[in-house]
């Protein structure tokens, strides 16, 4: 008690732009941490406030320390660690939210500004889509903002002189914005000169959540609502045109594994990579991939190698990077329509992609071995499984019935309706039971071109999955089932197949073309955003150096560019605010006496700065007695004019006499004497 | 090092004089501890972006880099050009507070915000000055001993807009304060010397006796002023009486009894300010020095320099 009497109170404004601030950046990182964490957070700033505004008492020492306690081990409960991005954040929101609490001086004040940028920076790891942007622009000038609120406040040990009045917001958040306009040149050449590192001070740490996409197993019978998301999976843009609608296949994980009801990738790698020979002309691409938290590099089947050391090109053209794609990238590779690899299948390979669970779906077994017997070859079978899904009543359906313990009899034999993955599962099923190695390969089937930039979109409503088989003569085959169930889906995205089967949203986007096309325009400035901005690496600082004639584009050669560019925005900015600032121009009066005292000035009889016309009239007087008739009214006229009724102001002819008035110096001796005169 | 800045700033800038405009050469600036703060979270920002090749991060720590160094330049601004057009400060007995007013000059299209001034080791005073306008503030001036205390440096600095920069000068104006004596002993005041100067003969009716008339100073009262005299234009001119009744009072150190000059300079002050409290006529007699009798403030002032000054001429 004695204690919160011994401190001034907090002066409220200073304090209200601090509680915004802080009350923003908590709501722009609430995307990252649990729920919980922000209502907390943003609970403890709504204490603060109204407890600045005599609402409630601010808690006391103890009680700060056992919340901040709590709080503590409430997030390591959460986590079980406060290492890494999310704990770190919600352990970075509480605290600034307590430091809050105690925000008395200052001081307090600046050190919750700093934990706001910091939860600013903490927003700016977790997402750089563009739409964001903005909102991180505007938490900065409020940041700015409230630093000049609180650097005008009055210090506890600075009077103020007189009693602030405090800046207006709208003054402040100019200033700030000026401010910030002003480094914004500054720091968009930071932005391209600044050296770049090829690589990471310390191990990125990544988050084990899979955003969306296609997954490493794929279980056709438990799905029974496929929601197609209209958000982009990746953008490509091509050297030349795009493959015709059939060859869109793009290549995600394949699957060897098969229990039964799921399918799983990985748990075997083919040994070696096999050269593929490709029989038609390649494609050359460059793919801007959207973050998955996965491995897998998108890539047009069949991607004729890897596009970056980091990445691996398994024997089955998968491309594996080494860490999780957890933000947007970008890679060049070549592809191949009509590749083909001639080297015989290793016996591992046969033996794990013709292995099937002992004892499921046998009445699938037993049809696949009747249609082998009856056919004469592989790719007879295969022809004979494609007829028999085509004329054997199966629909395509993204809303297929649950399918049991023995998901493919179900399918073939009682629903009869399922989407590509049910297909391409029961397709492979089939193979294998038969003895003929194949395999699900799941990605993306289609795409379209945005005609604002014209780069290829491929979206997540495009994921599809279809089956390889191995024949003898032909390599690795793609065979796509649910081409034959439903054909229109190798022309058509899931929207136009199966409009009642997606989410409002997009049949809304589907519905009117203009929002389509205005889609279509933010998506083309968003992947700009991706590409330059975002994308902007040590590789395209390279580039760019290279493009501005950098012969060998080194670190170095960054380095010199950033001194450069620094250098100038120094001097531009010294230019403009290093300028005296300038006077005020005085007005047609003020010119005009201005212009008589230089007369005056010129023959020795300067004005003092402290001295009021009539007194400079009076020191005339007594200096040059025969001056006075002629200079004493022209002063005294000034000083009626400026300080005199507003009565017959004859301005005009006080310009004329003063223009007219010519003055001289006085005899050297006279001068003297008027001197030691005036010294005495 | 504080101290030897100061100096080395003194003997850079040499002695100023007033009215003093404030120019490029002669202003210092630092980052603040908040301007400390903030550049070691840009560097942290830098560092994340750079290792997590973040692109918004980086842009971030750049804008906020950019901002920074603006706004030294803007805190640079705040204090250039502006001008010191005086310095004085009224005398001030010795330990007691008085106080320096000081008049500001913004001679430009800006206005100033949070000019702080101080006494060296004393607190600031703060001061906003509009765009092409005046500002006075007043400064506390603890005084010391008596005699003459120079001023030895005024700090003029500031901080606005954000807190990140604090520009400041050194001032090394000639600025002086009287500091009298402290009143103080508890001796009566002497008796009446009788001794009557002959411009002050006792008026037998009790009517109060004209002196004749002197320039109108602050603080006079309205009723002693010529009013008629005035609206004949004549400059401002004050009545002086010596009311009747009135006593007139030789002080000198010979009337003290206490042990030391200090002490009895002390008790002459006493007398001084108890004596002008109650009108009566008093002059000093100091060993080299001899004021007549008189009364007024300007009397007041005289003897009391007097004694804060004595010995040291």
């Known amino acids: 008690m004695s204690a919160a009497r011994l401190v001034p109170p907090t002066p409220r404004s200073p304090l209200s732009w601090v509680c915004a601030t802080g009350a923003a950046a908590m709501l722009l990182d609430a995307t990252q941490v649990a729920a919980w964490v922000t209502i907390v957070a943003l609970g403890l700033v709504g204490w603060r406030l109204a407890a600045a505004f005599g609402a409630v008492r601010l808690p006391g020492g103890i009680v700060r320390i056992a919340l901040g306690l709590a709080l503590v081990a409430a997030v390591f409960a959460q986590f079980h660690t406060l290492n890494g991005l999310a704990p770190g954040t919600a352990m970075l929101m509480l605290m600034v939210a307590i430091k809050l609490l105690e925000t008395r001086s200052r001081r307090d004040q600046y050190v919750v500004i700093g934990g706001v940028l910091f939860l600013l920076l903490a927003a700016c790891l977790g997402g750089q889509e563009l739409m964001r942007v903005p909102l991180y622009a505007m938490e900065a000038l409020l940041c700015c903002s409230a630093l000049a609120v609180v650097a005008y406040a009055p210090d506890a040990d600075t009077k103020a002189f007189p009693a602030p009045a405090g800046l207006r917001t709208r003054a402040v958040i100019v200033l700030a914005g000026r401010t910030l306009l002003y480094a914004l040149p500054l720091s968009v050449l930071l932005f391209l000169f600044f050296p770049r590192l090829p690589g990471h001070f310390w191990a990125v740490q990544s988050g084990d959540d899979a955003l969306t996409g296609l997954g490493d197993t794929l279980t056709p019978g438990s799905i029974t609502q496929l929601t197609a998301s209209y958000d982009i999976a990746f953008r490509v843009r091509f050297d030349g045109g795009p493959p015709a609608p059939d060859e869109r296949y793009w290549r995600g994980p394949v699957m060897h594994v098969f229990d039964g009801s799921t399918w799983k990738a990985g748990g075997y790698s083919p040994g070696g990579t096999q050269r593929l020979d490709c029989l038609s002309p390649p494609y050359r691409y460059r793919i801007f991939l959207e973050p998955t938290s996965r491995h897998w590099w998108l890539a047009l089947d069949t991607v004729m190698g890897s596009p970056s050391a980091n990445v691996r090109y398994t024997g089955d053209y998968q491309l594996i990077a080494a860490q999780p794609v957890d933000r947007p990238l970008s890679y060049s590779a070549v592809s191949c329509a009509d590749a083909r690899s001639l080297a015989p299948l290793s016996p591992g390979a046969r033996l794990a992609d013709t292995r099937l669970a002992p004892g499921r779906n046998p009445r699938t077994f037993a049809l696949a071995s009747r249609l082998r017997a009856r056919a004469g070859s592989d790719a007879a079978f295969v022809q004979a499984v494609l007829a028999f899904l085509h004329t054997g009543g199966f629909s395509y359906s993204l809303t297929p019935p649950p399918l049991g313990s023995q998901p493919v009899d179900a399918l073939l034999f009682q629903t009869r309706t399922g989407f590509c993955g049910h297909y391409a599962s029961a397709f492979v099923d089939m193979m294998r039971a038969a003895g003929v190695p194949a395999r699900v390969v799941t990605g993306y089937l289609g795409g379209q071109v945005n005609p604002y930039d014209g780069t290829f979109i491929v979206r997540q409503s495009d994921a599809h999955a279809w089956a390889e088989v191995w024949l003898e003569g032909r390599g690795w085959t793609r065979v796509d089932p649910t081409a034959v169930v439903a054909p229109g889906r190798l022309y058509s995205g899931i929207l136009d197949l199966l409009p009642g089967s997606v989410s409002a949203p997009e049949r809304l986007v589907h519905a009117w073309p203009w929002l389509g096309a205005a889609l279509e325009r933010w998506e083309a400035v968003n992947g700009w955003w991706n590409d330059s901005v975002v994308g902007f690496n040590y590789s395209a600082q390279l580039d760019l150096l290279g493009a501005l004639g950098f012969r060998s584009p080194e670190l170095r050669d960054a380095g010199w560019a950033f001194a450069a560019a620094l250098l100038a925005w120094l001097a531009w900015v010294s230019w403009q605010f290093g300028k005296e600032p300038g006077r005020p121009r005085p007005d047609r009066l003020g010119r005009a006496y201005q212009r008589l005292c230089r007369k005056l000035a010129r023959i020795g009889l300067p004005r003092a700065p402290d001295q009021g016309p009539l007194a400079y009239a009076q020191t005339i007087v007594r200096l040059r007695p025969d001056l006075a008739p002629r200079v004493r009214p022209l002063l005294e006229s000034y000083a009626e004019l400026r300080f005199g009724p507003p009565v017959n102001r004859d301005l005009r002819a006080f310009e004329r006499a003063v223009a007219h008035l010519s003055v001289r110096r006085r005899a050297p001796s006279l001068t003297r004497r008027a001197l030691s005169s005036r010294e005495t | ?313």
């Open chain 2, 1 to 313: 090092v504080r101290q030897r800045a100061a100096e080395w700033a003194r003997r850079r800038q040499g002695p100023d004089r007033l009215p003093l405009t404030l120019g490029r050469r002669r202003l210092y600036i630092l980052p603040t501890r908040a301007g400390i703060g903030f550049a070691v979270s840009v560097v942290t920002m830098l560092v994340a972006g750079l290792n997590y090749t973040n692109s918004v991060a980086l842009l971030l720590a750049f804008v906020l880099a950019g901002f920074a160094l603006v706004a030294m330049h803007q805190c640079h601004r705040n204090v250039l050009g502006l001008s010191l057009l005086g310095a004085a400060a009224a005398p001030v007995f010795a330990g007691s507070t008085g106080s320096l007013r000081l008049t500001l000059e913004n001679a430009s299209r800006l206005g100033r915000y949070r000019v702080e001034v101080a006494v060296a080791g004393e607190g600031a005073v703060a001061l906003d000055l509009p765009a092409d306008g005046h500002g006075q503030l007043d400064l506390p001036l603890r005084a010391g001993r008596r005699g003459l205390q120079r001023i030895d440096r005024l700090r003029l600095s500031s901080t606005h807009p954000f807190g990140l920069f604090r520009v400041w000068t050194w001032i090394h104006a000639p600025v002086t304060v009287v500091v009298y004596p402290r009143p103080a002993g508890s001796l009566p005041l002497p008796a009446d010397s009788g001794a009557r100067s002959g411009t002050t003969p006792r008026d037998t009716t009790g009517a109060d006796e004209w002196l004749g008339l002197r320039p109108f100073r602050d603080g006079d009262s309205p009723r002693q002023v010529a009013w008629k005299a005035y609206a004949r234009e004549a400059p401002l001119l004050v009545k002086e009486y010596s009311s009747a009744g009135s006593t007139l009072r030789m002080l000198s150190l010979e009337q003290t009894r206490q042990p030391d000059i200090e002490s009895r300079l002390a008790q002459l002050a006493r007398w001084i300010v108890d004596a002008d409290a109650r009108g009566d006529l008093y002059g000093l007699e100091l060993p080299g020095e001899r004021i007549a009798a008189h009364r007024g403030p300007d009397h007041r002032h005289r003897c009391l320099a007097a004694l804060a000054l004595h010995g040291s001429r």
